[in-house]
């Protein structure tokens, strides 16, 4: 390709394409993508920002605010906040062009263009405006600049730094509508976006990066980044994030924004916009709302330049604002959530590993070995589930042909590894309900009853590792039985100063995705003893007889981690300590909240016992019908629980029901039928808490 050949450039694919919004994903999930992806090249620094109010006054009805921000990215900057009366009401941030000056948009000054003065517009109409400067210019020598725009020459410093000026201006957006959703004229759940030219790029970033979906209204901004580009070549750079037609087109971005309600204006004599290309954007957008089911967005032609029509502005937030709906947002049973800098470090940590050639058993997962160190007291050989940690564990302790002992209420998987390893028989013991372990009279019925137990699996319920758990280890040293942690639920729980999975012989972890920790698939087993770590790496590299040979003295298997699951499994552990603070801190909110709510309980975690949170625990009252509870939470107050540990006992699973005696087992049935597990994840936040708990005490009392 020539380089001068710029259509070509700009509607060149490349191969093989990235993971591009494919055309059959179901429209929500297509939206989600997108939203994802220009979250990444943004590379949005979010950081709090200050407000110093410098001047307050009353000019013509309206009340005026003039503020110093202060970013710790960006420095100070300002603002001006135009308030219609006292009461409290919608807000809109106001993001004018790029040479609009903020003078102007409050209508400080006289406006070059009657439409200019937008923030007064609104404030006018009723609307608690917001406006801040960018600051494109001035940061030049002059003598220097020769007739360059600073805006572009900007746009190129940010580009040498692999960031976006768009991202940043975004950035600064964020953090902006923050202190306006805060302010006491503003009603925060009523907050709305204007953007004019690259105020409408800034607008529909911030707006695609924003949860609670604030009506926006964007003008001079509509049509395709190839067209936009011909027309007018420069200028824009700011405007778009680098990268992005890779992915999508801005039509798209628009559409993801679906069902946002929003006002999108072009005029017919824009000297910016081709008027065929913004017409046909209009529909792609429209078309986006259409499928995800969505009001349709308005699009305006009219018959004007690069300008606003004010009076469809101001009628399309009073429309916006008055439909806004009071259903609320749902607070999801689980998120799993990777920050920007922390999806960035696992594909760096891919690229390196693609780079490389070492695709599994590299220094990624030597890496992750070493991480969960820290957590587990113990060494450990990472392996590719908690499932496969388990199986190897019990080959290397030799249960062929003999009995294993694990809780009636676990995961199926502790029993089915048992199976697989080639255990003649597993009986279920009942659980105690201090720490919901198993209970050490059960176990030594069960022990008296099966002489020829191989091992015996305790498993920590939620991250709760008992304290009977001592019980259990005097009886197995007595007997001589070894003892495997199944501490799926447990990493970076501790019973007084000893880590989960550092009390029996082995610990076995699971990395699944639902879990505290993960590594996407992934499982480690840690031991007390280095002999067994050699045998342990042994059977997870299809049992040869020692590392690097080409002779197998054992029927190993692949159970080993790729690099890939690595990278994602060491970026989750080196953010653990902050994790599991997280999760400790919800917790003890949650206690507080709970107290004194009817007919609900939160199971006491021991006192020697830190739990990592896995699961947080409440029990319902007898009376209360926990699967009629859930629907209505659900349904009434979008609140999801999380999955119970567990509803059913092992012995009643198909699998089992036909192979044991013992299905007896009463507090385990007690705790299975009358548990919830309530949402609980690092970015659930004080206020779902309190939503989830106040949806309780509605349901309950
Ligand atoms: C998740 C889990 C497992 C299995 O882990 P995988 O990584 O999915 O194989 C085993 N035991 C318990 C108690 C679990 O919760």
């Known amino acids: 390709m020539q380089i001068r050949h710029l259509s070509r450039l700009l509607e060149a694919r490349p191969t093989p394409s990235p993971p591009a919004p494919d055309a059959d994903a179901e429209p929500a999930a297509r939206a989600r993508r997108i939203r994802s992806t220009v979250e990444r090249l943004a590379r949005v620094e979010r950081v709090p920002v200050r407000t110093v109010t410098t001047g307050v006054d009353v000019r013509d009805g309206l009340h005026r605010e003039q503020w110093i921000l202060d970013s710790p990215l960006r420095g100070e900057f300002r603002a001006t906040l135009l308030s219609p009366a006292s009461a409290r009401g919608p807000g809109i941030l106001v993001l004018g062009g790029k040479n609009a000056r903020r003078e102007q948009l409050t209508g400080e000054v006289v406006p070059d263009h009657p439409d200019r003065n937008m923030a007064e517009h609104l404030a006018r109409a009723g609307f608690t405006t917001l406006t801040f400067e960018y600051a494109l210019t001035g940061g030049f020598d002059p003598q220097r600049l020769t007739g360059r725009d600073e805006g572009a020459l900007l746009a190129h410093a940010f580009a040498l730094t692999g960031r976006s000026l768009l991202g940043a201006l975004v950035g600064d957006a964020l953090g902006v509508l923050d202190v306006l959703r805060a302010h006491e004229r503003v009603d925060a759940g009523r907050v709305g976006l204007f953007g004019h030219s690259l105020g409408a790029a800034v607008a529909l970033h911030t707006a695609l990066l924003t949860e609670d979906e604030p009506p926006l209204c964007a003008a001079g901004h509509l049509g395709s980044y190839a067209s936009l580009y011909a027309r007018h070549l420069t200028g824009f750079e700011g405007a778009v994030l680098p990268g992005i037609l890779e992915y999508t087109d801005l039509p798209a971005l628009y559409g993801a924004l679906a069902p946002t309600p929003l006002q999108l204006q072009f005029g017919t004599s824009d000297p910016y916009l081709d008027t065929d290309d913004a017409r046909a954007a209009g529909r792609v957008v ?11 967005p308005e699009v305006l032609e009219l018959p004007m330049g690069h300008g606003t029509h004010v009076d469809h502005a101001v009628a399309f937030f009073t429309r916006a604002f008055a439909q806004r709906p009071s259903t609320p947002v749902a607070v999801a049973a689980q998120r799993i959530r990777f920050d920007v800098v922390e999806r960035r470090a696992v594909t760096d940590r891919v690229d390196a590993a693609l780079e490389s050639g070492v695709l599994t058993q590299g220094p990624l997962v030597a890496r992750f070995e070493e991480l969960t160190r820290e957590w587990t007291g113990r060494p450990g050989a990472a392996v590719a589930s ?108 501790t019973l007084g100063d000893r880590p989960a999975g550092a009390l029996g012989r082995f610990g076995a972890f699971s990395f699944f995705p639902t879990k505290v920790a993960t590594s996407a698939e992934g499982g480690l087993l840690s031991c007390a003893d280095t002999g067994d770590l050699d045998h342990i790496r042994r059977w997870r590299d299809h049992g040869k007889s020692a590392a690097g040979s080409t002779l197998h003295d054992r029927p190993g298997s692949n159970w080993r981690m790729s690099e890939l699951h690595a990278a994602v499994g060491t970026v989750d552990l080196e953010r653990f300590a902050r994790t599991v603070g997280a999760r400790r801190d919800l917790a003890a909110h949650y206690d507080d909240l709970l107290a004194g709510v009817p007919r609900v309980r939160a199971h006491p975690v021991p006192g020697s016992v830190r739990s990592n949170y896995y699961k947080y625990l409440v029990y319902l009252d007898e009376s209360a019908d926990r699967s009629l509870l859930k629907k209505r939470l659900r349904e009434r107050h979008g609140i999801h629980l999380a999955g119970e540990v567990y509803d059913n006992l092992l012995c009643d699973h198909p699998f089992f029901a036909d192979r044991t005696e013992s299905q007896d087992h009463p507090r385990a049935r007690w705790f299975a039928r009358h548990h919830i597990a309530l949402p609980l994840y690092p970015s659930l936040t004080h206020a779902e808490q309190v939503r989830v708990v106040s949806a309780l005490r509605g349901e309950l009392s």
């Open 286 to 296: 429209g078309a986006a709302y259409s499928a995800a089911h969505a009001p349709p």
């Open 386 to 493: 908690g499932s496969a940690a388990l199986e190897i564990a019990l080959r290397v302790i030799g249960v062929q042909g003999r009995t294993v002992l694990v809780p009636a209420n676990t995961f199926f998987a502790t029993a089915a590894a048992a199976v697989r390893a080639g255990a003649s028989r597993v009986d279920f013991v009942d659980l105690e309900l201090d720490g919901l372990g198993m209970d050490p009279e059960a176990l030594s019925a069960a022990l008296d009853r099966h002489p020829d137990t191989a091992a015996v699996v305790p498993v920590h319920i939620g991250g709760i590792v008992a304290p009977a758990l001592d019980h259990i280890l005097d009886q197995c040293r007595e007997r001589g039985i070894p003892v495997l942690e199944d501490a799926a639920h447990a990493f970076g729980s």
